[in-house]
């Protein structure tokens, strides 16, 4: 008799793995309590309606993915295949859409698409994400990109800075309201159909569906052709252009470095305005690692009160496989240490001993030159080790109760009060958002 396996696309986290889930899921539980967020925990197994309804019936999700069947009692129901859906639906059914102020959840948990399995492709997975209802505002959106970007630092997850870097990279698109899309597609359709011959088989097919969805098609060929046509900034009304601006702004008050990326469009027909992904190029073919947006029209949509939304949902299988794929890779390459403290003199070097002490007190990895040589030779030590940052405390500094900071990749100095100069360096590493 042939043996009894786990089905394709699904797997057994045994115990020897489940400690790597049980840590990634208290960093998840601490760090939303912190941001104010509340759990729910909703069904996995809904009426086929609610994501029909939410995602929009030509979203590849539900014609190509949902797991999707009549229960005995001859009900279309589905697996879920996100939660934004089941939350929204749920906000709706107990009445959370008739009370005033701000509502914020976040969920954990499996999420099922009947997708071919691959590496990062499973057809049970699971996500954890946030949802907040009830609050329009841009610093909303950036808090929630912002709570992403903190999440994946605290599991482990190291965040690019600027191009090139390796780590996980935010970017971010604005794709309008509603009215802005109709005029988006409107044009995106009629230079996709001059193109047609050009396009995959797929995307022949996303043309008639949703023409939006080729921007983000993986295809070469597609790609080009998606390059030579308009982009959806150009359809902005003045509100969703604004909205965006503020956005970003918040991003760069919170120290959340991101890309724009104007071809970037998400899977699911719900979103409007702001648009994210933060990918990791480690990830390959399946480099998303999570993503979200705003949604202000979905709990209108199904039936609630119109209610503005945004939210996140980051894969957890994905997560953990760029932790692996980073400690193989420091298996090879020694981490420097982050901070070369350059004390100029003994006077200097004993406050200076106090500000690596604080430093390493706060994870910052440090290191310093007791015998407090000329500061050519530590900056000559410092680039050696591969320290990023050298904060330099001479006679000087110490005067005007100073640090001078000196980014050795830019040669940029910048002078910091001695008491703030910890957070500053925290937030400059991104160890702290
Ligand atoms: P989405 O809801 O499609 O935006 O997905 C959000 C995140 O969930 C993705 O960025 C992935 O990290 C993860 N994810 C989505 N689909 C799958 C899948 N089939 N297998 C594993 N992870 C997935």
Same mark, same amino acid.
């Given at each position: 008799?042939?043996?009894?396996?786990?089905?394709?696309?699904?797997?057994?986290?045994?115990?020897?793995?489940?400690?790597?889930?049980?840590?990634?899921?208290?960093?998840?539980?601490?760090?939303?309590?912190?941001?104010?967020?509340?759990?729910?925990?909703? !069904?996995?197994?809904?009426?086929?309606?609610?994501?029909?309804?939410?995602? +929009?019936?030509?979203?590849e999700?539900v014609?190509?993915?949902?797991?999707?069947?009549?229960?005995?009692?001859?009900r279309q129901?589905?697996?879920?295949?996100?939660?934004?859906?089941?939350?929204?639906?749920?906000?709706?059914?107990?009445?959370?859409?008739?009370?005033?102020?701000?509502?914020?959840?976040?969920?954990?948990?499996?999420?099922?698409r009947?997708?071919?399995?691959?590496?990062?492709?499973?057809?049970?997975?699971?996500q954890?994400?946030?949802?907040?209802?009830?609050?329009?505002?841009?610093?909303?959106?950036?808090?929630?990109?912002?709570?992403?970007?903190?999440?994946?630092?605290?599991?482990?997850?190291?965040?690019?800075?600027?191009? +090139?870097?390796?780590?996980?990279?935010? =970017?971010?698109?604005?794709?309008?309201?509603l009215?802005?899309?109709?005029?988006?597609?409107?044009?995106?359709?009629?230079?996709?159909?001059?193109?047609?011959?050009?396009?995959?088989?797929?995307?022949?097919?996303?043309?008639?569906?949703?023409?939006l969805?080729?921007?983000?098609?993986?295809?070469?060929?597609?790609?080009?052709?998606? =390059?030579?046509s308009?982009?959806?900034?150009?359809?902005?009304? $003045?509100?969703?252009?604004?909205?965006?601006?503020?956005?970003l702004?918040?991003?760069? $008050?919170?120290?959340?470095?991101?890309?724009?990326?104007?071809?970037?469009?998400?899977?699911?027909?719900?979103?409007?305005?702001?648009?994210f992904?933060?990918?990791?190029?480690?990830?390959?073919?399946?480099?998303?690692?999570?993503?979200?947006?705003?949604?202000?029209?979905?709990?209108?949509?199904?039936?609630?009160?119109?209610?503005?939304?945004?939210?996140?949902?980051?894969?957890?299988?994905?997560?953990?496989?760029?932790?692996?794929?980073?400690?193989?890779?420091? +298996?090879?390459?020694?981490?420097?240490?982050?901070?070369?403290v350059?004390?100029?003199?003994?006077?200097?070097?004993?406050?200076?001993?106090?500000?690596?002490?604080?430093l390493? $007190?706060?994870?910052?990895?440090?290191?310093?030159?007791?015998?407090?040589?000329?500061?050519?030779?530590?900056?000559?030590?410092?680039?050696?080790?591969?320290?990023?940052?050298?904060?330099?405390?001479?006679?000087?500094?110490?005067?005007?109760?100073?640090?001078?900071?000196?980014d050795?990749?830019?040669?940029?100095?910048?002078?910091? !009060?001695?008491? =703030?100069?910890?957070?500053?360096?925290?937030?400059?590493?991104?160890?702290?958002p």
């Open positions: 008799m042939a043996s009894l396996k786990a089905l394709g696309g699904t797997s057994d986290i045994l115990p020897e793995e489940t400690k790597r889930w049980q840590t990634l899921e208290q960093s998840a539980h601490r760090l939303f309590d912190l941001y104010g967020y509340q759990e729910i925990r909703t !069904p996995l197994i809904e009426e086929a309606g609610v994501f029909t309804r939410s995602l +929009g019936e030509a979203a999700i014609t190509k993915q949902m797991y999707l069947f009549q229960d005995r009692g001859g129901v589905a697996l879920r295949p996100e939660a934004t859906a089941s939350v929204v639906r749920a906000f709706i059914e107990h009445g959370l859409d008739k009370t005033s102020g701000v509502t914020r959840l976040y969920y954990l948990g499996p999420m099922f009947a997708e071919r399995p691959q590496a990062g492709r499973r057809r049970q997975f699971h954890m994400g946030v949802e907040v209802l009830g609050s329009n505002s841009p610093y909303q959106d950036a808090e929630v990109m912002a709570l992403l970007m903190h999440l994946l630092r605290d599991v482990g997850v190291a965040v690019a800075r600027q191009a +090139g870097e390796p780590g996980a990279i935010l =970017q971010v698109n604005n794709l309008g309201c009215q802005d899309r109709a005029k988006m597609l409107e044009a995106l359709k009629s230079h996709f159909t001059r193109h047609q011959t050009e396009l995959c088989p797929d995307c022949k097919e996303r043309l008639k569906v949703n023409p969805r080729i921007l983000d098609c993986k295809q070469e060929k597609c790609r080009s052709v998606a =390059q030579g308009t982009v959806p900034s150009e359809w902005l009304c $003045a509100a969703c252009k604004k909205h965006f601006e503020n956005v702004q918040a991003l760069k $008050a919170l120290h959340v470095s991101y890309e724009l990326n104007l071809h970037l469009v998400r899977g699911l027909d719900y979103y409007t305005k702001t648009a992904e933060v990918i990791h190029l480690s990830l390959g073919a399946q480099n998303a690692l999570g993503g979200g947006g705003r949604y202000d029209d979905l709990v209108e949509a199904l039936g609630g009160t119109p209610t503005p939304a945004v939210g996140f949902a980051v894969g957890v299988e994905r997560i953990l496989m760029v932790l692996k794929a980073q400690v193989e890779t420091a +298996g090879n390459t020694p981490v420097p240490p982050r901070v070369f350059a004390a100029l003199g003994q006077d200097s070097l004993r406050e200076g001993f106090g500000i690596l002490t604080k390493r $007190a706060a994870g910052v990895s440090s290191v310093t030159d007791y015998e407090a040589r000329p500061l050519k030779r530590q900056l000559e030590q410092a680039n050696k080790l591969g320290c990023g940052l050298v904060l330099i405390f001479g006679d000087v500094e110490r005067d005007k109760r100073m640090v001078t900071l000196k050795m990749a830019s040669g940029e100095q910048t002078q910091v !009060p001695k008491e =703030q100069c910890i957070e500053w360096i925290q937030r400059r590493l991104e160890l702290v």
